[in-house]
C-alpha cells in the first residue's frame, strides 16, 4: 500500500539534502517531483496543485529553526498538510440509539466494490469493539446470491440477519427489518443494498426511496480504493443523488496507488470513514487521516499495530499462557494459539509495515499471504502427546513429523530450535516482573517521543 508514493516522495525530498536552508527554487523543485509523484499516484489533479502550492507557502513563509534541516521541515510540511488532506482526524460515527429505537446503517455501493462483505465486518466491529448488537438486513432484493451471501457472513461473525427470501420490495424489508430489531433487542440494523455494475436512475431512485424510508443516521458509501479516480468519481456522483455520511475504502491493502484516499475527501467533501485491510472478517480499521500520512511516508503506524493486537489480545487467555510459561508448561497447543491470534490481526507483510523503518526493509522480500502455512503444518501432524512434550521429539518422530505434514527434516529441526528459543525467551520476559516491564515501556515511549 503506497509503497510507489512513499519511494517517489522519499527521491522528491532528497533535493533538499545538504541545503543550508529553504530557498523558493529548491522548494520548487522539490514540490515539482512532489506533484508528479501525487499523479502518478491518480491523485486528482486539481487536488495535487492546490496541495503543493499550499505546501509551497508554509514552507516559504516559515522561521526555520537552525536545528532543523529543510528537508526535515519538507517532511514535516507535506505530512501535516497530507493529514489534513485527508481529513485530519478520524470521523465519528453517530449512532444514537434508544430502546425501542435502533440506530441504522445505509450501505451504498456499486457492485464488486465489497458492500456486503464490508457489511458483514462493520456488524462484528460494531459488536466486539463498541459491544453493540448488530442485525444486517438483507435488502438486496435483486440478487438472491446476495442473501445467502449475507446470511454466511453473518453466521460467520455470529450476528442476527433478517433476510425475506421471495421480497421482491426493498423497501418493505428495511421496513420489517427494523420492527424485527426493536422485538429482538438490537440496537443498530445495518440495511445492505442492492449494487449494480454502474451507477444507474433504477439503483439511485431505489436507495433514495430505502433511505426516505428508515432515515438512517448514517448512509455510508463502499468503493473500491484500487479504481483510483473512478472512485472518487463514484463518490461523488452517490454524494449527489443521496448526501452520503461518509466513505468505507475497501482493498486499501492491495496494489492500490492511492489516489482515491488522497483524493475523496477534497473532491466529494465527505470523510473516509472505514477502510479493508485484507480478507478476514476481522480486517476493518478506523480511518485514522494522521496515521495514514505516517504510513505514506514511510514512518510506520505502531498506534494501528498495537489497537490491532489488543483486539485479538484476551485477558483471561493471557493470565493462563503466563502461569503456564512461568511454569515451564508452555507447550505446541499454546504456541499454534498464538500464531492463529496473530493471523487474525492481518496480512503479515501489511502488519510488518506498521513498524517504523520495517517497510521500506521489506518492500522486495516476498512474504507469503499465509507464512504459517507449513508451521501449522508440522504442529498438526504431531501427536497429541508430542504437543504436550515437545521435548520427546527424537530423531524419529521428526522424520514422521516431516512426512505426514509433507515438510523436510530440516523444517521441523528450524521449527523445534525456533519454539525452543521462544520458550526461553518468553519465560525471561515474564520472569522480569511487573516494575521492570514498566520501567521498558516508559522508556519506549520516551524514544518515540524523541
Known amino acids: 500500500m503506497f509503497e510507489n508514493l512513499n519511494e517517489k516522495l522519499e527521491r522528491s525530498f532528497k533535493i533538499l539534502k545538504g541545503e543550508g536552508k529553504i530557498t523558493e527554487i529548491n522548494v520548487a523543485e522539490t514540490l515539482k517531483e512532489v506533484r508528479r509523484a501525487l499523479l502518478d499516484a491518480d491523485v486528482n489533479y486539481k487536488v495535487a496543485k492546490t496541495f503543493t502550492d499550499t505546501v509551497k507557502q508554509k514552507a516559504l513563509g516559515m522561521n526555520v529553526l537552525t536545528a532543523i534541516k529543510p528537508g526535515e521541515l519538507m517532511v514535516k510540511i507535506v505530512h501535516d498538510e497530507l493529514a489534513a488532506l485527508m481529513g485530519g482526524k478520524a470521523a465519528d460515527m453517530k449512532l444514537d440509539s434508544t430502546p425501542g429505537h435502533p440506530a441504522v446503517i445505509l450501505m451504498a455501493g456499486l457492485n464488486g466494490a465489497g458492500k456486503t462483505t464490508m457489511s458483514g465486518k462493520l456488524a462484528l466491529m460494531l459488536k466486539e469493539r463498541q459491544h453493540r448488537k448488530p442485525l444486517l438486513a438483507a435488502c438486496d432484493t435483486f440478487r438472491p446470491a446476495a442473501m445467502e451471501q449475507l446470511r454466511v457472513l453473518a453466521d460467520q461473525v455470529g450476528v442476527p440477519v433478517y433476510i425475506e427470501p421471495e421480497a421482491k420490495d426493498p423497501i418493505s424489508v428495511a421496513k420489517n427489518a427494523i420492527s424485527h430489531a426493536r422485538q429482538n433487542g438490537n440496537d443498530i440494523v445495518i440495511v445492505d443494498t442492492a449494487g449494480r455494475q454502474s451507477i444507474d436512475e433504477e439503483l439511485m431512485e431505489q436507495i433514495k426511496n430505502i433511505k426516505d424510508a428508515v432515515s438512517p443516521q448514517e448512509t455510508l458509501l463502499v468503493v473500491d480504493a484500487m479504481i483510483g479516480q473512478e472512485a472518487v468519481a463514484t463518490a461523488k456522483l452517490f454524494n449527489e443523488q443521496l448526501e452520503i455520511d461518509g466513505v468505507v475504502l475497501t482493498k486499501l491493502d492491495g496494489d492500490t496507488r492511492g489516489g482515491a484516499a488522497l483524493s475523496i475527501r477534497t473532491v466529494v467533501d465527505k470523510p473516509i470513514k472505514f477502510i479493508g485491510t485484507g480478507e478476514k472478517m476481522e480486517a476493518i480499521d478506523v480511518f485514522h487521516p494522521e496515521r495514514m500520512a505516517d504510513r505514506i511516508l514511510g514512518m510506520g503506524d505502531v498506534v494501528s499495530l498495537v489497537e490491532r493486537a489488543q483486539q485479538q489480545f484476551d485477558e483471561e487467555e493471557a493470565k493462563r499462557l503466563e502461569k503456564r510459561i512461568r511454569k515451564n508448561k508452555f507447550d505446541f497447543n499454546d504456541f499454534l494459539g498464538q500464531i492463529q491470534q496473530v493471523k487474525k490481526m492481518g496480512n503479515v507483510k501489511d502488519l510488518a509495515a506498521m513498524i517504523p523503518g520495517i517497510g521500506k526493509a521489506i518492500k522486495d522480500i516476498d512474504i507469503p499471504d499465509d507464512p504459517f502455512k507449513n508451521i501449522e503444518a508440522i504442529i498438526g501432524s504431531m501427536t497429541p502427546k508430542e504437543r504436550e512434550n515437545p521435548d520427546i521429539i527424537n530423531q524419529s518422530r521428526r ?34 516482573g511487573s516494575s521492570k516491564m514498566m520501567q521498558m515501556a516508559n522508556a519506549m515511549r520516551a524514544m518515540k517521543r524523541k
Not at 525452543?420 to 518468553?426: E, I, V
Open 399 to 432: 522424520k514422521r513429523i516431516a512426512k505426514g505434514s509433507g515438510t523436510d527434516i530440516q523444517e521441523v529441526n528450524r521449527l523445534l530450535k525456533q519454539f525452543d528459543q521462544t520458550r526461553k525467551m518468553m519465560k525471561m520476559v515474564t520472569g522480569m
